[in-house]
Structure formats: structure tokens, C-alpha cells
């Protein structure tokens, strides 16, 4: 069962946006779900200096399958000029479980 399930890590400037970005992605049934952590603190250099900024980052559960088009879809949606995903395999989970994220993203 390894790797048949993916992760997908997301940051945004806002709970709204990724609320709205979880949204449309479930509805799209190109992930099973998303989990928002609000409050992230972001340290980065971008364009030459260095910023700090409040996001909140989103856990994406998806299938390997599906895995590039959620990207894909996730970069066409996102307000950032260069959006951070990344793509985690998932090592194991119960049974019931990657059967229900193979299910809701079919």
C-alpha cells in the first residue's frame, strides 16, 4: 500500500484563500482533505530581501493519481506569483483510511 497516497503541502496568505482553495479541490475531487493550520509564521527571501508573513499552511490528502493534477490545479488558483507545494509521499496509513482518500478522489 505504500505510496499510493500523497500529501500535499500548501501555504497561503490567508485561512479564507486556503479555505477557498480546499473547497474547490474537494469539489473537484482532486483531493479528500484538506486541513488548515492557521497562524504560520514565514520567514523567506523573496526578490532580494527578506519578508515575514503570516500565512496558514494546508495538508492536502490525495492519491498518488491524482497528485499531479491537484498541483497543477493549486498553481492555477494560487495568489502567489510563485506558490509553495510540495508533494509528500505517504509511507503507510490504516486500511480504512487510504481507502477513503482513494474513494472521495476518484
Known sequence: MSH???ILYVTCDSV???ENLCRTLVSERLIACGNI???V???YRYQGKIH???EAAVLMKTSAEKAPAAMK???ELHSYDIP???VWAVEDA???FRKWVLEETS
Do not use: H, M, N, Y
Open 4 to 6: 499510493t497516497l500523497k
Open 16 to 18: 479564507e484563500r486556503a
Open 37 to 39: 493550520i492557521p497562524g
Open 41 to 43: 509564521r514565514s520567514i
Open 52 to 54: 515575514e508573513d503570516s
Open 73 to 75: 490545479r493549486i498553481t
Open 84 to 86: 509553495a507545494v510540495e
Open 94 to 96: 490504516p486500511e480504512p
